[in-house]
């Protein structure tokens, strides 16, 4: 493979942005990476001036689906270093997703390695402001133009970065969802596959229209075990203990998920990742044991829940959300290095 070429832009939209201010994935920072895949190989792995994408009306990932994305946070650290969490695992995960949508893996090298290289061009736009980030959307999709069903032979791999104020200003409300589904075993949940957030559109867009912000995904069979949320994995906190369902083939795997997991036995607390059902969360707000629920991701953080419910039911979380609040603050913490990052997830993009 070829070096990361870098193709200078004439002028940068930087000064048209109040990036303390910004809302993920409106505005766009002034550069991309792309990586094309022709005859069976990753070719020309290039940054250059953000631009429309010219694309055949066949590209197959229009038609079929073959298209998988990650998602990242960049901060700048005490010196002003920028920052990358994890870079790796999100390497793995889209390999992961790749594998499972039948499309080319991609280096895992080269993906930490432009990563590196596109936030370090992209420095300046990085935000400052407590919870900000530079949000970063690796992504690969099919471009073959080609009209029947198989594997495309050729595909892009780009990344592109917008600034991002928090996703969540306020605890969030949850819709338990009992008509549609989100994944089933053997489907494509634990892929981070497009076509899983498309079908989650119209649900979501239902569960807003009654009040909630996202969707709590159910099995497909019983509607009882909670799988995850529209863009987060779930925790509650019961009896002093934190419950989380285990990743049993329909949940994605999360990287804050399992960030939250080692932060939360480090501070002292019980984990355990296990199938955990409406009821029996149902049942600790009754008896007094519930205390905490949250959602983790990459774009929300840690999301405080204030609410879960439907047409049939409702649970109030009214004690707020101290233990969600204190991960919360070491995450960030450890995002702009003001508390020590021991594990050694924090890697510098320069
Ligand atoms: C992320 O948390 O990075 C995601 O990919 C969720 C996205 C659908 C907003």
Redesign the pocket.
């Known amino acids: 493979m070829t070096a990361i070429k870098v193709t200078k832009a004439a002028h940068s939209t930087l000064g048209e942005v109040d990036l303390n201010n910004s809302v993920?994935?409106k505005k766009f920072t002034d550069y991309m990476f792309v990586c094309d895949y022709h005859e069976g190989e990753w070719k020309n792995p290039r940054i250059e001036p953000l631009q429309l994408i010219p694309t055949h009306p066949a590209a197959m990932a229009l038609h079929y689906g073959q298209a998988i994305?990650?998602?990242?946070?960049a901060t700048l650290g005490k010196d002003g270093t920028p920052l990358l969490f994890r870079p790796d695992e999100n390497a793995k995960r889209l390999n992961f997703s790749a594998d499972r949508m039948g499309m080319p893996l991609f280096p895992e090298d080269l993906f930490v390695e432009a990563l590196q290289k596109f936030v370090a061009i992209e420095k300046n736009w990085i935000p400052t402001a407590e919870g900000s980030a530079l949000?970063l959307?690796p992504f690969m999709y099919a471009d073959e133009p080609f009209i029947g069903m198989r594997a495309a032979t050729s595909y892009k791999f780009m990344v592109i970065a917008s600034p991002a104020g928090p996703?969540f200003s306020r605890p969030i409300k949850l819709y338990a969802e009992t008509k549609y589904v989100r994944a089933v075993n053997g489907g494509t949940g634990e892929a981070?596959a497009a076509g899983n957030?498309a079908a989650a559109i119209r649900p979501t867009e239902i569960a807003k229209s009654k009040g909630y912000d996202q969707v709590l995904w159910l099995d497909a069979q019983n509607f009882e075990q909670i799988q995850e949320v529209?863009?987060?994995n779930i925790f509650f906190k019961i009896g002093g203990k934190f419950i989380t369902p285990d990743l049993s083939g329909c949940i994605l795997a999360?990287i804050?998920r399992m960030s939250v997991i080692d932060l939360l036995k480090d501070k002292g607390f019980e984990v355990i990742e296990r199938p955990i059902t409406l009821t029996e969360v149902k049942q600790a707000a009754a008896n007094g044991t519930l205390e905490e629920a949250f959602g983790v991701?990459?774009?929300?953080g840690i999301a405080m829940i204030s609410e879960i419910g439907n047409d049939d039911f409702t649970i109030k979380f009214e004690h707020g959300t101290p233990t969600g609040e204190m991960i919360q603050n070491t995450l960030n913490g450890i995002k702009l290095q003001k508390i020590e990052d021991k594990f050694g997830w924090i890697v510098e993009a320069k």
């Open positions: 993920m994935g994305f990650e998602g990242m946070k949000y959307r996703f981070k957030y529209g863009t987060m999360g804050t991701g990459t774009a929300v």
